[in-house]
């Protein structure tokens, strides 16, 4: 090797060197979420602080799995309805099945955000203030304990993910049939990335909610906060009444790990769903009485318009009316207990729309 060369080869490699460092130097960022740091090949727990302000604060778990090599940043999200517990133990499975030595990019796992509801087992809100934790978002950084963790929640989570997948399930008094949410915003690139996910997610029950326009701000469920910031989200759900069968946890897990073959950050290959049923307009059927509830049909029954769902009686076993599908259509939850008053779901029924 004569001089000149072995000069060209020497600045080649030092370059090479260089390009390698700094290649590595931007793999090899640490990624924090609250208390939590992972390295390159690490998982961290930790919490996502929210301090007391006009009520207590809250420490939210959070689970951080950082790859080895480079890729997206995917947010998994689970129990701002503390006692949809499917989805929370789904999480709790997906920290521990995720091997950070084999994905590509970060994982971040928030698996129970309303730790009130859990502890206390109140369904659908935060007992601390009364509020609903998916409908405050973004949230504000001096309002109540929802309203503080929503924001902690945005600022730390939505903003600095890629992707997000929001897990909920049948509450306490919901009997539910597996199903997800396919945001459709009118935003092309956005509606066919999140469309890519809920077909790579694999539950055969699409809902198409009609996102267009943002939300109002303060006032809206994370999915829609984080559409309106520009990540591809979906939303799934699965479990009922309070349960955790092992079928419905494994769909959600299997669900976020196809979601993550789908970007790539996990090998394997994804089948989407072939042909799902695709509902279009849902509507949520009410009681105009209390009373005792008896349901006559279960989560997936085709109802026709006017067919008898279910009926309620007063508290000596004296019917007071019937309640009747007021549309034609498939029922995805309906109500798994007798606890009834005026105004509360009696079921929530979809209409099967054509594929989009
Ligand atoms: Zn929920």
Known sequence: MDRLKLAVVTTLLASLALLAGSVRLVSAADVTVGTATAQPGQKATGFIQVAAGVDAGTSIPVIVIHGLKPGPELAVVAGSHGTEYASIIALEKLAEAIDPANISGTLIIVPLINLASFAQKVPHLNPVDGKNMNRMYPGKADGT??????????????????????????????????????????????????????????????????????????????????????????????????????????????GCENVMRHLKMLPGVVTPVEHPVWIGQLTTVRSDQDGIFYPLVVPEAYVQQGMIIGYVTDYFGNKLADVTAPLSGVVTYICSVPSMKKGDTVANIGEIAAAP
């Open 145 to 254: 304990q929802t309203e503080r963790a929503s924001w902690a929640i945005s600022r730390q989570v939505v903003d600095k993910c890629d992707y997000l997948i929001d897990l909920h399930g049948g509450d306490l008094d919901e009997n539910l049939r597996r199903y997800s949410y396919w945001p459709r915003t009118g935003k092309e690139q956005l509606d066919a990335a999140s469309r890519g996910m809920v077909l790579a997610f694999g539950l055969d029950h699409i809902i198409i909610q009609k996102n267009q326009g943002a939300a109002a701000a303060g006032a809206t469920s994370i999915s829609r906060f984080a559409e309106d910031s520009g990540k591809p989200t979906i939303i799934a759900e699965a479990g009922h009444a309070g349960t955790t069968d092992a079928a419905d946890i494994d769909a959600l897990v299997r």
